[in-house]
């Protein structure tokens, strides 16, 4: 069974930080790529960033581009999100998704993806 665990929200103010961690398990880690994805209140949900671990290439939104990073631990079967000058805007539940196939970063068609819990990031302005 595939488990995604989703950790590392919380509340932080404007211009802080955040690592947000999505631990995957019951899967071939290195076949997948892994995504971040968010949900703000009455809004869409929106691809944040992606890896694909299969061979390292990334996504990120525009919104994020130069303050999120992303990372892939492949021994912790682990992906990292580091949030860095967040922003009020930057407040949603984010989830982590996981495919195996490098169409989870850039097509909305989630029939093949799993879901993580979502964990609250909220920035206070």
């Known amino acids: 069974e595939v488990q995604l665990q989703a950790s590392g929200g919380g509340l932080v103010q404007a211009g802080g930080s955040l690592r947000l961690s999505c631990a995957a398990s019951?899967?071939?880690?290195?076949?997948?790529?892994i995504g971040w994805f968010r949900q703000a209140a009455g809004k869409e949900r929106e691809r944040v960033s992606c890896?694909?671990?299969?061979?390292?290439?990334?996504f990120f939104a525009d919104s994020v581009k130069g303050r999120f990073t992303i990372s892939s631990d492949n021994a912790k079967n682990t992906v990292y999100l580091q949030m860095n000058s967040l922003k009020p805007e930057d407040t949603a539940v984010y989830y982590c998704?996981?495919?195996?196939?490098?169409?989870?970063?850039?097509?909305?068609?989630?029939?093949?993806?799993?879901w993580g819990q979502g964990t609250l990031v909220t920035v206070s302005s």
């Open positions: 890896i694909s671990n299969s061979d390292g290439s990334t």
């Open positions: 998704a996981a495919e195996p196939t490098i169409h989870l970063c850039y097509y909305n068609d989630f029939a093949r993806a799993y």
């Open positions: 019951g899967l071939s880690f290195d076949d997948y790529a």
